[in-house]
């Protein structure tokens, strides 16, 4: 290594008992999570919402630029407009304007099990929507100048962690991706540099919510992995 300012760092030293039991554990919550599709009105504390977006920005990402820009959507209008305008695109896609699907015959097959369609009522009835911008430019002081570094993984780990955390506090969210969604920067507005890359929609379960039961279907540690 290159001569650089540092602190010491360490972290407390656990068994290799305790650290597969701890790994175990963390595996067995995040099988819980479910993306969730039915949301109940019922509100969030306001804390849940900025402790998880602090723990999202813990995330590695390029040469600690933090090209991510968290804005959480609660006000009722400005949900209704995201969710009008989020629908006009989904009517495209599906082709439920009455033009030919803007997806493919292929997409749409494999978009079967969920039953998805135009219609997304949750963008209104989630108590937050949490838009996630990434910062294509910008630097750690967000001049809009500075070139950033590995953005897409970047945001996506920071995403990761967010989804994590708001399952770690009880609550049900949905990774939401209109496509396009440039809309996103206007209703939030954001900078031309920026760009939305998700909707994190979080809430309670609606009470009779239900998830596909495709989805349980899962790889096995012998697929996902190989060891050499
Ligand atoms: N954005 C659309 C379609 C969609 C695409 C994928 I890939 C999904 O996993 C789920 C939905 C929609 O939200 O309906």
Avoid at 100 to 123: C, I, N, Y
Avoid at 172 to 196: D, N, Q, V, Y
Wanted: aromatic share 8%; with cysteine.
């Amino acid at each position: 290594m290159k001569p650089h300012e540092t602190v010491p760092y360490s972290l407390p030293r656990l068994s290799d008992e305790e650290s597969i039991t701890r790994a175990r554990a963390m595996r067995d919550r995040l099988k819980q999570r479910r993306t969730c599709r039915y949301f109940s009105d019922e509100p969030v504390p306001r804390e849940v919402i900025e402790a998880a977006i602090e723990a999202a920005a813990t995330a590695p990402n390029g040469a600690n630029h933090q090209p991510w820009h968290f804005a959480v959507v609660a006000s009722p209008a400005k949900k209704r407009a995201i969710r009008q305008a989020a629908e006009a695109e989904e009517r495209r896609f599906y082709g439920e304007d009455g033009d030919d699907p803007k997806a493919s015959e292929q997409w749409l097959a494999a978009l079967s099990d969920l039953g998805t369609d135009a219609d997304k009522p949750f963008l209104e009835t989630a108590p937050y929507l949490i838009v996630v911008f990434a910062q294509r430019k910008g630097g750690i002081e967000e001049d809009g100048v500075t070139q950033n570094y590995y953005v897409s993984e970047s945001v996506g780990i920071a995403c990761g962690m967010l989804i994590a955390t708001l399952h770690e506090a009880g609550l049900a969210t949905l990774t939401h991706t209109p496509s396009p969604m440039g809309f996103l920067r206007e209703a939030c507005g954001r900078p031309e540099w920026e760009k939305p890359l998700m909707i994190v929609v979080v809430g309670h379960p609606g009470a009779h919510a239900s998830v596909p039961a495709h989805a349980l279907r899962k790889k096995p540690l012998s697929q996902i992995s190989s060891w050499l």
